[in-house]
């Protein structure tokens, strides 16, 4: 079965009342992150159901939903609730460019509804978000220099090189003049768009735009990646602090609900879904 069957089997085994949320809602949406079982519903009141692949989150109070499942803003709380940071950059990321959610819908969310499970990693997340970015991988790659306390870069800059020609950068160090652009597999398969490429990086030149090319592989080594920025940026003259691989790059690997900042209190006010 594809995953939308799955889905669909799993709405027909549950009672009517029951909702996509999490990553299965986001899924639906076009969303290719993250595991895809179990998928993942909620429903009103005390439920108790043991499905293979199925998990039903039990709640007091309906998320606010749509004609599909819980809202892309709620469903975004849900999965904030398990994700690690570098997870919820990268989700939060996607849906914002997308026009799936706002921080306006976010931060209504966090306020009228403080109690829900997930309220707390989300809005802790939120001031970590971009959503300029347009690909999981630049998100990723963003999250790793700043958390590493180098300069966080703009994200999908234009930058003018003649009086009818534009260039959009991935990643802009408007200070240093020196951009990252990422290589995913369709720069390699896809003709028209190495072409595009090609003479894109010709006009970089041209304008004494310093680059340097990020893959893949190179995301696989991150503490490398990151060093490989921080000397783009003294080529380019940055003379600020070297990487640090300490607490805060520690946190982007870590669970959101695991910060300091998001556990969630004891005791008959704890959050719920």
């Known amino acids: 079965m594809t995953h939308e069957d799955r ?10 009342g029951a909702r996509t949320t999490g990553l299965t809602r986001l899924h639906q949406l076009g969303l290719d992150f993250g595991p895809r079982l179990p998928v993942r519903f909620v429903i009103q009141g005390d439920h108790h159901l043991a499905l293979d692949g ?4 039990r709640t007091r109070l309906m998320p606010p939903t749509d004609e599909v499942g819980a809202t892309p803003t709620a469903a975004f709380v849900a999965s904030c609730a398990h994700l690690r940071v570098m997870d919820a950059i990268q989700v939060g990321d996607w849906l914002l460019h997308r026009g799936h959610m706002t921080r306006e819908s976010l931060l209504e969310l966090v306020v009228t509804q403080p109690w ?3 309220i707390s ?7 970590h978000l971009d959503g300029d970015s347009r690909s999981l991988k630049e ?10 306390g180098l300069p966080r870069p703009r994200c999908n800059i234009p930058i003018p090189v003649t009086d009818t020609l534009t260039i959009l950068v991935d990643l802009w160090f408007e200070r240093w003049r020196c951009a990252l652009e990422y290589e ?11 072409v595009a490429d090609i003479e894109r990086y010709a006009f970089m030149r041209r304008e004494e735009i310093d680059y340097r090319q990020v893959t893949k592989e190179a995301l696989g080594a991150p503490r490398n990646l990151v060093r490989m920025v921080h000397r783009l940026l003294v080529d380019n003259g940055y003379d600020g602090p070297p990487p640090d691989f ?7 690997f870590a669970r959101l609900r695991d910060l300091d900042e998001c556990r969630r209190p004891a ?6 879904n």
């Open 7 to 16: 889905i669909e089997a799993a709405r027909l085994a549950l009672p009517s």
């Open 54 to 57: 199925i998990f039903l989150h």
């Open 116 to 118: 829900r499970r997930g």
């Open 121 to 127: 990693e989300a809005s802790w997340v939120l001031g």
């Open 139 to 148: 998100s990723e790659t963003r999250a790793l220099i700043s958390f590493a």
């Open 184 to 194: 995913g597999s369709q720069h390699q398969t896809d003709r028209a768009q190495y």
């Open 246 to 252: 300490g607490r805060l790059w520690e946190r982007l």
């Open 267 to 272: 005791g008959p006010t704890r959050a719920v």
